[in-house]
């Protein structure tokens, strides 16, 4: 009977996962502009003359973009994304390309387009329908498994090393549309299911989280076994679950106890056992499950916020705070759950946060994949490599716990290091634990000048300032540069150049017509970085000569060093605070940020400026927002 219940968790989980999808929500729709058409009168034309030469209605436009077909402020609001390419691309003059058309848009020609899209692509209207996405059943990823059973049972089982490794959607590792269920990782999840239920039954805190009642046979009445499993496991299953359980899924565990009961002869502890066994494989342990609303789009319950909330700040399930507010359902006002994500952030449990989002937004777990060039660098082994990510984390958890301006990414004045690292930096010598050192050099400070960062947008035998200028374009100013053409030159493949220094090695690269419309964008960017060496460690010169680190931007703009593009780069914070909001809420989401998403997104971003940058003013405003709170209907239930 056991091993047929066992079974019939399974198909059951099976169903869920191959019947789970996302749904592709209609675009909102906002009002037509009142008054004089100002994109029909004045915008059109300006396009028109300078943009719809290759962007037009043309057989085969340019990199397959039709901007006339854009006819109302609303369709340019519904492709949020598109336009802000477009936005940012005559900002900084690339459009129209100066190396193609000598005919340019005069200064005032430049801001009325800018100013006018700015304003579109900002505005909100309170009255447009919202749609809030809809994720698909998450299954717990290995972190967050990991979690998950030390909270609910006190055993520290790691999966790490026995689960297959996780798929990676939208940068993450906790997307629903990746996280898919194969054979082995089912046979992984029913073996681990027997071996923590072993644990579980003999481990210190089993009193407290799963023998809260034992058989009381002299008791008036008497409270027999059963009685007695019937109430462990319903407080059990709320918190496997993360809601109370139905009356044929507590019918299902106490028959598995009664199973138990008998092939442990009586035994009430061992017993138990089998009905924590087939809680560990139930679909609703292993996925985030939230169930379908009445309407298209309809807010979470009470349990499935706490749960959402919980997994978002700490990959695990809530507490008994948390819970108890579920309960209650006031977990749904906003000043609670306000409260509650502060309150979270303090707890030592949103380390989580720290060590899976930060890594993965920052691209660095590829170092675990690199080998540098011992001979080049002899100085970076597997300790160097694990304390420059873990100062990246830690950094990250200083901003988090202390609740600082998340403009102290860009730069700072701090950063979080131990001895090795210290001495790798040049800075002075200190103890040999991680600490808070304040730094007086400001060729140091913010994540573009750590060591981690700095390795992975390298080659294992040079520096690559085409690496560093795309990352910085993805992650600090979220303006990614498209996808290279296939038959892009390499600059490995190009004997004639290979002694030279690498400024000029890059300059002949962009000699290349099909390179140079990216490159101009990527590699000044990366020059600037050009005096921290393949590791990060400082260096004046290169093959001999001193290093030029100078470079002009697209727009015109001119620096030497990376200090001097620190500067520029804190000017264009808005860009910053959008993409970091962006990255954020698609990691709080488990699913990708839509078009749709972009007046969340775009609240998000100005709450946070108003609220002087900090840290947990993003994400308050995560937690209260719409996409975070509602979901939207299945598409073939609607």
């Not at 789970?20 to 009142?34: E, F, K, M, N, V």
């Not at 010169?541 to 001193?546: A, I, R, S, V």
Request: charged share 30%; with cysteine; glycine share 6%.
């Amino acid at each position: 009977m056991a091993q047929s219940l066992l079974r019939t968790s399974l198909r059951l989980m099976a169903v869920v996962a191959l019947t789970a999808g996302i749904a592709t929500s209609a675009l909102t729709q906002a009002p037509p502009a009142q008054g004089p058409d100002l994109y029909r009168d004045k915008i059109t034309p300006l396009l028109g003359k300078y943009c719809f030469k290759c962007h037009g209605p043309q057989l085969k436009p340019k990199g397959e973009l039709n901007l006339s077909k854009f006819g109302s402020e609303a369709s340019i609001r519904e492709n949020r994304k598109v336009w802000k390419e477009v936005l940012n691309k005559i900002h900084t003059r690339e459009m129209p390309p100066p190396e193609e058309t000598k005919e340019q848009p005069t200064a005032e020609e430049r801001e009325t387009i800018t100013k006018w899209l700015e304003g579109v692509l900002n505005k909100i209207d309170p009255n447009a329908p919202k749609t809030a996405g809809r994720v698909t059943f998450r299954r717990l990823n290995r972190h967050e498994y990991h979690n998950t059973v030390h909270d609910l049972l006190a055993v520290d089982f790691n999966p790490v090393g026995d689960f297959p490794q996780d798929d990676i959607g939208y940068g993450f590792d906790n997307i629903g549309d990746v996280l898919s269920l194969p054979p082995l990782l089912m046979e992984k999840y029913v073996s681990a299911a027997k071996k923590i239920a072993e644990q579980a039954v003999v481990s210190k805190e089993k009193d407290k989280l799963i023998y809260i009642a034992r058989p009381v046979p002299d008791a008036k009445p008497p409270k027999t076994p059963k009685d007695a499993a019937k109430e462990c496991l319903t407080r059990l299953a709320t918190r496997t679950f993360r809601r109370p359980p139905a009356p044929d899924e507590m019918d299902r565990l106490l028959k598995l106890y009664e199973v138990g009961e008998k092939i442990e002869g009586g035994d009430f502890e061992k017993a138990m056992k089998l009905p924590i066994r087939g809680l560990l494989v139930s679909p609703f342990f292993l996925f985030h499950v939230e169930l379908e609303g009445g309407m298209e789009t309809y807010p979470l319950s009470p349990w499935e916020l706490a749960t959402r909330l919980s997994y978002f700040l700490w990959a695990s399930m809530p507490d008994d705070e948390l819970f108890d507010l579920a309960k209650t359902g006031r977990i749904l006002n906003p000043p609670v759950i306000e409260a509650q994500a502060i309150r979270m952030l303090k707890d030592p449990k949103a380390l989580a946060l720290s060590e899976n989002f930060t890594p993965q937004w920052l691209q660095i777990r590829r170092l675990d994949e690199m080998k540098f060039d011992h001979n080049q660098f002899p100085a970076w082994d597997a300790g160097l490599k694990a304390d420059a990510v873990r100062e990246v984390v830690l950094f990250f958890e200083a901003i988090k716990s202390e609740d600082l301006s998340i403009l102290n990414f860009i730069d700072s004045t701090f950063t979080v290091v131990n001895d090795r690292l210290a001495r790798h930096y040049g800075i002075s010598a200190m103890g040999s634990g991680f600490q808070k050192v304040t730094l007086t050099d400001a060729k140091r400070g913010g994540i573009l000048t750590m060591a981690a960062i700095l390795a992975a947008t390298s080659d294992p035998d040079r520096t690559s300032p085409v690496k560093r200028g795309k990352w910085v374009l993805e992650t600090i100013l979220a303006t990614p540069p498209p996808p290279p053409i296939p038959d892009a030159a390499n600059l490995k493949t190009d004997p004639e150049s290979a002694n030279l220094p690498l400024r000029q090695r890059m300059e002949k690269h962009r000699a290349d017509p099909n390179c140079a419309s990216c490159h101009k964008r990527m590699d000044p960017i990366g020059f600037g970085f050009e005096n921290y060496d393949a590791i990060g460690a400082w260096r004046d010169q290169d093959k001999g000569q001193p290093i030029d680190a100078s470079a002009v931007l697209p727009e015109g703009t001119k620096f030497n060093g990376p200090v001097e593009l620190k500067n520029i780069l804190k000017q264009r914070k808005t860009e910053f605070v959008e993409g970091f909001a962006e990255k954020m809420l698609t990691y709080a989401l488990g699913r990708g940020v839509e078009p749709y998403d972009g007046p969340a997104v775009k609240a998000i971003s100005d709450a946070v400026v108003k609220n002087g940058y900090k840290f947990s003013a993003l994400i308050v405003e995560i937690v209260k927002s719409y996409p975070f709170q509602y979901r939207q209907k299945d598409k073939g239930k609607r």
